[in-house]
């Protein structure tokens, strides 16, 4: 078990590399050739211009003003002055939002910490038990840490009393925060969707699932359905093709093309030497040819590959997926078929809100929509696997971490890591950072199986991989973490004692893995926080990409990648801090500086990102914020569940009647939540939508609505094409009756003559087959 000692080895190790860390950003940060590298977003915005090339060519790489140096700290309070609406104007809103989780820990913790100081540390330090405990237990491992914890309290200790109040106190007082925080965000996103600029998808649904038709195409079909189910509303469509070949041709010319300008570039300085390079794989062996006349000719002959592709798309009706993109008149005409059942069959005409365009993940818009379920079924298990295959490197990174009782089973061990330097760093520092290494490749696999799953929206990809990453660290991280590491710390109580003693032995063990997380959170949250400002990689491939492939300003461009927030990696993690402060706050609250260090840091390292590095890759208005409430309300509900337990094995049975209230009220709390502010995050109100297009109406009285949603869905490989997409529209006037082939809906067209509210015949042809 860590000792004292050891969390200072950590403190110390981790403090160090944050500092350094810090130190490095803010020298690197100042110099000019770094400039594309730390304020990105402000060279996209079109704000920021490369730093002066005037005077001595040194100058144009390194700063030479001292005075600069001496203000090395002025970005924090420039990441700290920006106003919330300007940064919601700056960043967007999901951005905004973010941030506000830090904020919400600092809130919540910050009062429990200093209540858990004032009340339980001394309760729990006086409690007298652990010396008891170390002679009758003499196989349990005690640390110094543990005087602070609930283990030290005697077992019927009327000093328990003191944990229970607490629990109710720390409960209502989180609630209390996030009810207020919950208000706060659903008005922010209220008042965004009111004052945000038009957007092709506050007028477009996606429909999928669009049943087969014998005598109209699918276009024909989707035409036909909308204009007689939702008259004189409807406006245009797009049919989704299938054009992933046509995506992986298009990429590939493009690589080919930049390779091209590469070696012209290279050529147009040394017009004596012609370029070479070999066939092989990224040009590593095979037959030297040259290069320039080599992608010349594949470059033509793909592009006629494409042109090849793309007309067989158009002209296959084997290629047009089920689904469609369909625009309204007026977002009130949207979200009324956004929000409602199309027909009797529900597994039919499904409608729902379309992504934003540059939200769309076109790849899998061609998965057929009978596949989907299955699909997640396969990810489900899949996702099982994963999580329990996980649990070896967990338990290694536990043994690490208990390596005192680890001697005990193998005695050998002793005079290897029985030195107090060694000892000191095996427990302080490596568990945490193991633990951290084992993590990083995993939010990458998540998130292709959530791509398998079939989700059509990047913002859908991310929420469902941070989903998975947050029940992964929920299973592994947390509850892995704490059975695995007391089943080989009591491996001998297990062995000797009789079934009805483990729980005892695991119950008083558990508050005993908080020396474990703290070490943890120190290296993930300090030194892994401190890395995240310092873009140590990003800066690395600038440079080298600035080197050997940027010839134009174009290409300076590509090379500055600003990157974006990581919500399935960066949203996870954070409510694992949430789970480990409310979880331990009334078992060993000595836990709860340390993540209140990393919420303050977070903070403050975040909402610098945001505003001069990350690039938002799309908005969705906070939409997330549910799933936040939720995980936090997890992790109280498991934090009450955790104490109730402990205070069985502490001989507490009549306060079981009394904690259990905690996870009811708990749980209706978030009842009341739902209810009450999640059809904001999942609904648009149609009042809203109508003083929006009454407004516009007002303002913009010759807009042509469908002029700006042409292209607004049209797939990205079929924009600037040399063969372009028809728009049904432009053959079939609007304000005409929808050509059918149905002889029985011909005959009934005579009657359906009326017209539109805007004076186009509708076509009412009474029941419509589905």
Same mark, same amino acid.
């Given at each position: 078990?860590?000792?004292?000692?050891?969390?200072?080895?950590?403190?110390?190790?981790?403090?160090l590399?944050?500092?350094?860390?810090?130190?490095?950003?803010?020298i690197?940060?100042?110099?000019?050739?770094?400039?594309?590298?730390?304020?990105?977003?402000?060279?996209?915005?079109?704000?920021?211009?490369?730093?002066?090339?005037s005077?001595?060519?040194?100058?144009?790489?390194?700063n030479?003003?001292?005075?600069?140096?001496?203000?090395?700290?002025?970005?924090?309070?420039?990441?700290?002055?920006?106003?919330?609406?300007?940064?919601i104007?700056?960043?967007?809103?999901d951005?905004?939002?973010y941030?506000?989780?830090?904020?919400?820990?600092?809130?919540?913790?910050?009062?429990?910490a200093?209540?858990?100081?004032?009340?339980?540390?001394?309760?729990?330090?006086?409690?007298?038990?652990?010396?008891?405990?170390?002679?009758?237990?003499?196989?349990?491992?005690?640390?110094?840490?543990?005087?602070?914890?609930?283990?030290?309290?005697?077992?019927?200790?009327?000093?328990?009393?003191?944990?229970?109040?607490?629990?109710?106190?720390f409960?209502?007082?989180?609630?209390?925060?996030?009810?207020?925080?919950?208000?706060?965000?659903?008005?922010?996103?209220?008042?965004?969707?009111?004052?945000?600029?038009?957007?092709?998808?506050?007028?477009?649904?996606?429909?999928?699932?669009?049943?087969?038709?014998?005598?109209?195409?699918?276009?024909?079909?989707?035409?036909?359905?909308?204009?007689?189910?939702?008259?004189?509303?409807?406006?245009t469509h797009?049919?989704?093709?299938?054009?992933?070949?046509?995506?992986?041709?298009v990429?590939?010319?493009?690589d080919?093309?930049?390779?091209l300008?590469?070696?012209?570039?290279?050529?147009?300085?040394?017009?004596n030497?012609?370029?070479?390079?070999?066939?092989?794989?990224?040009?590593?062996?095979?037959?030297?040819?040259?290069?320039?006349?080599?992608?010349?000719?594949?470059i033509?002959?793909?592009?006629?590959?494409?042109?090849?592709?793309?007309?067989?798309?158009?002209?296959?009706?084997?290629?047009?997926?089920?689904?469609?993109?369909?625009?309204?008149?007026s977002?009130?005409?949207?979200?009324?078929?956004?929000?409602?059942?199309?027909?009797?069959?529900?597994?039919?005409?499904?409608?729902?809100?379309?992504?934003?365009?540059?939200?769309?993940?076109?790849?899998?818009?061609?998965?057929?929509f009978v596949e989907?379920n299955?699909?997640?079924?396969?990810?489900?298990?899949?996702?099982?696997?994963?999580?329990?295959?996980?649990?070896?490197?967990?338990?290694?990174?536990?043994t690490?971490?208990?390596?005192?009782?680890?001697?005990?089973?193998?005695?050998?061990l002793?005079?290897?890591?029985?030195?107090?330097?060694?000892?000191?760093?095996?427990?302080?520092?490596?568990?945490?950072?193991?633990?951290?290494?084992?993590?990083?490749?995993?939010?990458?696999?998540?998130?292709?199986?959530?791509?398998?799953?079939?989700?059509?929206?990047?913002?859908?990809?991310?929420?469902?991989?941070?989903?998975?990453?947050?029940?992964?660290? !929920?299973?592994?991280? *947390? $509850?892995?973490?704490? /059975?695995?590491? &007391?089943?080989?710390?009591? +491996?001998?109580e @297990?062995?000797?004692k009789?079934a009805?003693?483990?729980?005892?032995?695991?119950?008083?063990?558990?508050?005993?893995?908080?020396?474990?997380?703290?070490?943890?959170?120190?290296?993930?949250?300090?030194?892994?926080?401190?890395?995240e400002?310092?873009?140590?990689?990003?800066?690395?491939?600038?440079?080298?990409?600035?080197i050997?492939l940027?010839?134009t300003d174009?290409?300076?461009?590509?090379?500055?990648?600003?990157?974006?927030l990581l919500?399935?990696i960066t949203?996870?993690? !954070?409510?694992?801090? *949430? $789970?480990?402060?409310? /979880?331990?706050? &009334?078992?060993?609250?000595? +836990?709860l500086? @340390?993540?209140?260090?990393?919420?303050?840091?977070?903070?403050?390292?975040?909402?610098?990102?945001?505003?001069?590095?990350?690039?938002?890759?799309?908005?969705?208005?906070?939409?997330?914020?549910?799933?936040?409430?939720?995980?936090?309300?997890?992790?109280?509900?498991?934090?009450?569940?955790?104490?109730?337990?402990?205070?069985?094995?502490?001989?507490?049975?009549?306060?079981?009647?009394?904690?259990?209230?905690?996870?009811?009220?708990?749980?209706?709390?978030?009842?009341?939540?739902?209810?009450r502010?999640?059809?904001?995050?999942?609904?648009?109100?149609?009042?809203?939508a109508?003083?929006?297009?009454?407004?516009?109406?007002?303002?913009?009285?010759?807009?042509?609505?469908?002029?700006?949603?042409?292209?607004?869905?049209?797939?990205?490989?079929?924009?600037?094409?040399?063969?372009?997409?028809?728009?049904?529209d432009?053959?079939?006037?609007?304000?005409?009756?929808?050509?059918?082939?149905?002889?029985?809906?011909?005959?009934?067209?005579?009657?359906s003559?009326?017209?539109?509210?805007?004076?186009?015949?509708?076509?009412?042809?009474?029941?419509?087959?589905?």
């Amino acid at each position: 078990m860590a000792t004292l000692s050891d969390i200072t080895v950590s403190a110390s190790i981790n403090s160090l590399f944050a500092f350094l860390f810090l130190v490095a950003f803010a020298i690197l940060r100042l110099q000019p050739m770094n400039d594309r590298v730390y304020f990105p977003k402000w060279y996209l915005k079109g704000i920021r211009e490369n730093p002066s090339t005037s005077g001595p060519l040194v100058k144009h790489y390194v700063n030479l003003d001292v005075r600069m140096y001496l203000r090395l700290l002025n970005w924090i309070p420039a990441a700290l002055k920006m106003p919330q609406l300007e940064l919601i104007e700056h960043a967007g809103l999901d951005s905004a939002v973010y941030i506000r989780i830090y904020l919400l820990g600092l809130k919540i913790f910050v009062p429990i910490a200093l209540l858990a100081f004032a009340v339980l540390l001394p309760v729990n330090y006086t409690g007298g038990s652990f010396s008891i405990m170390s002679l009758k237990m003499k196989d349990l491992t005690f640390g110094e840490i543990d005087k602070f914890s609930i283990s030290n309290v005697p077992p019927a200790s009327k000093r328990l009393a003191a944990h229970i109040i607490m629990a109710y106190v720390f409960t209502f007082w989180t609630c209390y925060i996030l009810y207020k925080e919950y208000k706060i965000v659903t008005d922010m996103r209220l008042n965004f969707l009111a004052s945000q600029k038009r957007r092709p998808d506050q007028f477009t649904v996606i429909v999928r699932n669009v049943p087969s038709d014998a005598d109209e195409s699918v276009s024909e079909h989707v035409e036909h359905f909308f204009r007689v189910n939702h008259p004189g509303q409807y406006l245009t469509h797009k049919v989704v093709y299938n054009a992933n070949k046509l995506a992986k041709m298009v990429d590939k010319k493009k690589d080919l093309h930049n390779r091209l300008i590469y070696y012209t570039n290279k050529y147009e300085r040394r017009p004596n030497k012609r370029p070479t390079t070999k066939t092989g794989f990224w040009g590593l062996w095979g037959k030297k040819i040259d290069a320039i006349n080599y992608y010349t000719e594949e470059i033509d002959k793909l592009g006629k590959e494409e042109v090849a592709e793309r007309e067989r798309v158009i002209g296959d009706p084997e290629a047009v997926v089920p689904a469609a993109f369909v625009s309204f008149r007026s977002r009130w005409g949207a979200a009324v078929c956004a929000q409602t059942q199309q027909t009797r069959n529900p597994t039919r005409w499904l409608t729902d809100w379309a992504p934003e365009p540059r939200d769309v993940y076109w790849s899998n818009l061609a998965i057929p929509f009978v596949e989907l379920n299955v699909r997640k079924l396969v990810m489900a298990v899949a996702l099982f696997g994963l999580i329990f295959s996980f649990m070896i490197p967990i338990t290694i990174v536990q043994t690490l971490a208990n390596i005192e009782s680890i001697e005990k089973v193998l005695p050998f061990l002793k005079p290897i890591v029985d030195k107090g330097s060694t000892k000191s760093f095996i427990q302080g520092f490596l568990p945490g950072m193991v633990l951290k290494i084992f993590l990083l490749v995993l939010p990458m696999i998540l998130m292709e199986m959530s791509k398998i799953e079939g989700y059509v929206a990047l913002s859908d990809l991310e929420a469902k991989s941070a989903a998975k990453f947050y029940f992964f660290l !929920l299973v592994n991280v *947390f $509850l892995g973490s704490i /059975v695995t590491g &007391t089943a080989l710390q009591q +491996l001998k109580e @297990f062995l000797n004692k009789s079934a009805s003693e483990i729980p005892k032995t695991v119950g008083v063990s558990v508050p005993m893995k908080a020396t474990f997380f703290i070490t943890y959170i120190m290296v993930d949250g300090w030194a892994g926080i401190a890395a995240e400002v310092l873009r140590l990689f990003p800066l690395i491939m600038y440079h080298l990409k600035n080197i050997f492939l940027v010839k134009t300003d174009k290409d300076r461009d590509e090379a500055m990648d600003p990157g974006s927030l990581l919500w399935p990696i960066t949203e996870p993690r !954070l409510q694992l801090y *949430f $789970l480990l402060g409310l /979880v331990y706050s &009334t078992v060993t609250p000595i +836990l709860l500086p @340390f993540i209140i260090i990393f919420f303050a840091f977070a903070y403050l390292i975040f909402r610098h990102q945001i505003i001069n590095v990350y690039h938002q890759k799309y908005e969705s208005a906070a939409s997330f914020w549910p799933d936040v409430n939720r995980r936090i309300l997890i992790g109280l509900i498991i934090s009450q569940l955790s104490l109730l337990g402990l205070l069985s094995t502490k001989q507490a049975a009549n306060s079981t009647p009394v904690l259990l209230v905690l996870p009811v009220l708990t749980f209706a709390f978030h009842k009341l939540c739902k209810n009450r502010f999640e059809s904001a995050f999942r609904k648009f109100p149609l009042q809203d939508a109508m003083v929006k297009d009454t407004l516009e109406r007002a303002t913009e009285p010759q807009l042509n609505l469908k002029e700006y949603l042409k292209d607004a869905y049209t797939h990205p490989v079929f924009k600037g094409g040399e063969v372009e997409l028809m728009d049904i529209d432009e053959v079939v006037d609007e304000c005409h009756v929808v050509a059918t082939k149905r002889s029985s809906r011909r005959s009934s067209l005579k009657g359906s003559q009326a017209g539109t509210s805007d004076g186009c015949p509708e076509d009412r042809t009474g029941i419509y087959a589905v």
